[in-house]
């Protein structure tokens, strides 16, 4: 047995055979959540050990008043929204961007948002909107395409932000959350962001902080070190810290040429997470100069179930497993998601159907 395997093996013992107190953590990231189902890490876990899945997938945490501003943009006359293919599912108040093009609205979907050039190129006299979500790992694609239009000078193309922040985010889970003992931090982000991203929370909260990749070998590593790291702060008073368990991708600064980029287009402001509320500082929009850019995102601060038995908004703060929710599996299915936690293939909910996964 090599030195690599027997490690796994031994890692995978000691997580199956876990008997003290329970111990909880937050795979904060959606890719994350989708990683884990896919290599079936939680079925390697004693009963004892839970991982759960937070607010890290930007779909599911869009507001519903995100929705319905670009549902009124896209029926708005020579105006056409722009999104990613996850996007345009997620429910509004009423509707959501698909049943609204069935409507007549004006909605395409693309793979990439440099797609926007060349759709604002071929038709100049049309206004196209971006649905701009995500967090630290894409604001630098969106700050690069505002350098692009910018340069260019075309004036029709805008842009409808809910960009979000990890830090604040995570801080307010570790005030207002339910037993979070640790993380797992979304490795992507931590490579914009740089690992120290991180260090001021495991410092303040006690909490231990572990960077993870998304291979099956590098995410068992880091969950069996987080866990490890809670039990040692339990038992022993070893102070938890952040552990990089990504250093290939993820150094302790991070890629400061896209920070600064980011930074050149965008400042901090107030964010709507769906199901959580108004979080301080935790998003992004543009900064003056190019408010000629902006479609309206200050306009958006509504959050209203489309079903109110829905329980997404206690899935995204670990308070409830996607089991607990009455619609799961019945009701809300990927067909007919009535939460965006149903939606993206990194939603808890899509991904705890998909694999059976129970906990």
Not at 148 to 161: G, I, P, S
Request: with cysteine.
């Amino acid at each position: 047995m090599t030195d690599i395997s027997q490690k796994i093996t031994q890692m995978k013992t000691w997580l199956a055979a876990y008997d003290g107190p329970d111990i909880s953590i937050m795979e904060v990231c959606g890719s994350h959540t989708a990683a884990i189902s896919k290599y079936g890490i939680s079925g390697l876990l004693s009963e004892k050990l839970h991982l759960i899945s937070g607010p890290g997938c930007p779909v599911c945490v869009t507001p519903t008043g995100y929705i319905d501003r670009l549902i009124e943009l896209s029926m708005e006359k020579n105006t056409t929204v722009v999104t990613f293919g996850d996007l345009i599912r997620v429910p509004g108040r009423e509707k959501s961007l698909a049943e609204a093009k069935g409507e007549g609205a004006s909605v395409e979907m693309v793979y990439s948002p440099f797609d926007l050039m060349r759709l604002a190129k071929e038709r100049p006299h049309q206004r196209f909107v971006f649905a701009a979500v995500g967090f630290e790992t894409t604001a630098p694609v969106y700050a690069m395409l505002l350098k692009q239009l910018v340069e260019a000078d075309m004036t029709n193309v805008q842009l409808l932000t809910a960009l979000k922040t990890m830090p604040p985010v995570i801080r307010w889970l570790c005030e207002h959350g339910d037993g979070i003992d640790g993380f797992l931090a979304p490795g992507h982000v931590a490579a914009v962001t740089g690992s120290d991203l991180f260090r001021p929370l495991a410092e303040q909260y006690y909490v231990p902080f572990g960077v993870a990749g998304f291979g099956a070998e590098e995410l068992l590593l880091a969950v069996y070190g987080t866990f490890r790291a809670v039990e040692q702060y339990r038992e022993s008073g070893i102070r938890p810290e952040v552990k990089n368990y990504y250093p290939a991708v993820v150094s302790p600064q991070g890629n400061q040429k896209a920070r600064e980029l980011v930074d050149r287009y965008f400042e901090p402001c107030d964010a709507l997470w769906r199901g959580i509320g108004v979080i301080a500082d935790s998003g992004r929009r543009l900064r003056e100069p190019y408010a000629q850019f902006d479609a309206g995102s200050d306009l958006v601060m509504e959050d209203r179930k489309k079903n109110q038995a829905c329980r997404c908004d206690q899935i995204l703060m670990g308070k409830a497993l996607p089991g607990d929710c009455p619609l799961f599996g019945g009701v809300c299915t990927p067909m007919n998601p009535q939460g965006a936690c149903m939606v993206s293939e990194e939603g808890s909910c899509h991904q705890y159907l998909m694999y059976h996964r129970t906990r």
